[in-house]
Structures are given as structure tokens and as C-alpha cells.
Nanobody, 122 residues
Framework: QIHLVETGGGLVHAGGSLRLDCAADGPTYVTGWFRQAPGKEREFVAAMHWSGTPTYYGDSVKGRFTISLGNSENTAYLEMNSLKPEDTGVYYC??????????????????WGQGTMVTVSS
């Protein structure tokens, strides 16, 4: 069992930036970020192999968000730039123990964090 903890959410104006951190208490094969807006389904944001590459992004965040390895062991970052009001939602860190054909799928992940709220004001 792996436990994940997300930190770094908050309130930011449109056009601003935030960084989310995900800390795992053990090694994983893949780390991903998803988000869920009120009344909507959970949406894939980004994913990363345990080595840092390759990386994968959802179409709505390409060119604005960057997933990367954290400075500490078993941590990952999600750098979010040029934030838009539609980026608002609860952001979840997820981790999987094996490779998958589709890292955008919820089923590719075995463990989930509790989520951190990101609010982008217009």
C-alpha cells in the first residue's frame, strides 16, 4: 500500500501560477495528476514514468503545465502556469505499480491522494 499526499493548492488569479507537490511513501512505476471540477468527471491532467520521462499531458493543459520529479525521493511536482478559471477543481495525485497502455485512464492507477483544491479567479 502506497500513501500519497498532495500539497500546494490555493487561490490564484487568472494568468497566475501554482506548483502542486505529491509525496509518496514508497516507489511507484508511474505518477499522474487528475482534476475534478464540481459536477464533472475526473479528468486526466498529466503523467510521468518513475524516471521522469516520458511524460504525458491532457490536451487542455499542454504547453501550460509541467510534470516533473521532485527534489526529494518519491516526490513529483505539477507546475501550473497561465492558469485559467476552467482549471479550477480538486487536483488528485495518483500512482500506479505497473505500465499501462493508457495513462489517462483512471484504471492505470492503484493509489490516490486525498486531493488539493485549486481555485482560479477571473
Amino acid at each position: 500500500q502506497i500513501h500519497l499526499v498532495e500539497t500546494g493548492g490555493g487561490l490564484v488569479h487568472a494568468g497566475g501560477s501554482l506548483r502542486l507537490d505529491c509525496a509518496a511513501d514508497g516507489p511507484t512505476y508511474v505518477t499522474g495528476w487528475f482534476r475534478q471540477a464540481p459536477g464533472k468527471e475526473r479528468e486526466f491532467v498529466a503523467a510521468m514514468h518513475w524516471s521522469g520521462t516520458p511524460t504525458y499531458y491532457g490536451d487542455s493543459v499542454k504547453g501550460r503545465f509541467t510534470i516533473s520529479l521532485g527534489n526529494s525521493e518519491n516526490t513529483a511536482y505539477l507546475e501550473m502556469n497561465s492558469l485559467k478559471p476552467e482549471d479550477t477543481g480538486v487536483y488528485y495525485c495518483a500512482a500506479g505499480r505497473q505500465s499501462s497502455r493508457d495513462y489517462a485512464a483512471l484504471s492505470a492507477y492503484n493509489w490516490w491522494g486525498q486531493g488539493t483544491m485549486v481555485t482560479v479567479s477571473s
